[in-house]
């Protein structure tokens, strides 16, 4: 896997009486976008191009991967889960209702996560 | 029977010359409400902190009208001086600048879109009456959408008002300029007739209706009466409350989205992750349906290489890119300048209308435009 640099806004959430757990997404824009998964074990980011055209429409990561986490060292085949719908705290992975995340659009950074390749 | 019928067309044009008595006096009020010593209704209007008290106009775009005495009204666009770069509308007059009108344009432009389509306004609005504003169908029409926009109502009032959707959707359909403002004209008469034979119960009930059922179509196609109540309206609004329920609320801010037609560019220009050049080659631009600023039906591109090639590196740091021509059917734009709460929709561009292109300055390279093309955009050459 390589990475590739992404600008992303920070965010945040909550997840039941959590609040304020910080997630970020990647700054859409002039229809350039990406997608972040994350590992389900251990919470590595990884993000999915949108603008790939062998996506053929879709907005999903429709394909198995064979790698592993270049973290953990766990295959992420049926580990992988998107973000921040799900995220991993201490206590595990938790769902989080996207509606309770404020992004702040208006302070974006850029930092390199790993490419999920899909090749048609 | 001829007798009773004889009675009854007497009673009808007793009622028609009441109500218009009615309205003649209710004009002063109306007057005399915009420029009232009320203390609520001086309070600085929330739209018109976007007017500075030095401006440059930089383009007359659309007459508004003309009032009896030949007074001509001109819907401007005006930038301010110091920056030449937040262009905001004013409505001029040889007496001065008609700053409560600001107010209309704002909410007018906000959620308008035949405004952005251009020459329709123009066409459309034919007379003003002085200190009634314009009391014709468009002006009149224009107030009530004003309001119902101010309120939220306005994309319902669009689908209501049949005229002025066939107008912007399809103005050739109208005849010739003279004979559209025939049919407005008579529209308006229309208005009137049905003000005067309707009059105050016309009103109330369409109140009434709207605020039993939700469904304001019946009080708003009573345009004049809609202008009428849109002063009432604004009135309470100002005084935060809510004009149908009674409600007192917060008043929410006011977003600012400029809307009016725009000049497209012979060749625009799109930059792609250059492992993505075969496939557009062969396929076209890839359609993500992803979001950004003008909404997400449509092709993004710029009106320059270096426009192009900024914003793909905003989005995509460090990714090679190709820059391809984009080749579209060249014709109006819809210009529109969406405020923040605007940005990354993940949906088409409310009240965009049909327009196939949507147009917006650059935030990543100012001086250049970014469009938005909805339909038939396909790559042209590769230039870089």
Known sequence: ?120 | MRRFISFLAGLTRFATLAVVLMLACLAPQAEALLTSSDPILSEPIPSQAHAPESYLIIEDIHPLGYADDGECLDLCICVEPETLTRVFYIVKSPTGLWAWDNYWIETFFNKSFWVGSGQTTGRLATRTVKGLGQAGLIGSDMMGYGTSSAFGWGDDYQGSSKLFKGIHEDPAAFGTPEELRDKILDGTGKAVINVGTLGAYGMIKGVDHAVKTGDYKELQDASLQAFLLSLQARSLQLKSVNPWTGAKTSPGPVSFVECFEGTPKPVLYRAIDAQYTLSTVENGFYRSGVPGRLGNDGIYASSCVEGAIAEAQYHNPGVELVVFEVIYPVEPTLYVSPPTGYFYIESPLPFSGGVNILSAPSLRLPGSMNYLIRNEAIPGGIVQ
């Open chain 1, 1 to 120: 896997m390589k990475k590739i640099q992404v600008r992303c806004v920070k965010g945040f959430g909550v997840i039941g009486n959590l609040h304020n757990i910080e997630v970020i997404k990647p700054l859409s824009g002039f229809g350039y976008a990406k997608k972040f998964y994350c590992c389900s074990h251990c919470g590595e980011l990884f993000v999915l191009d949108l603008n790939n055209p062998a996506l053929k429409g879709s907005r999903e990561l429709s394909a198995s991967f064979n790698e592993t986490c270049p973290r953990c060292k766990i295959s992420l085949e049926g580990l992988i889960v998107t973000y921040p719908e799900h995220v991993v705290l201490t206590s595990g992975l938790e769902r989080m209702d996207e509606s309770t995340i404020v992004y702040d659009h208006e302070f974006s950074f850029i930092k390199e996560y790993w490419l999920l390749e899909v090749t048609a």
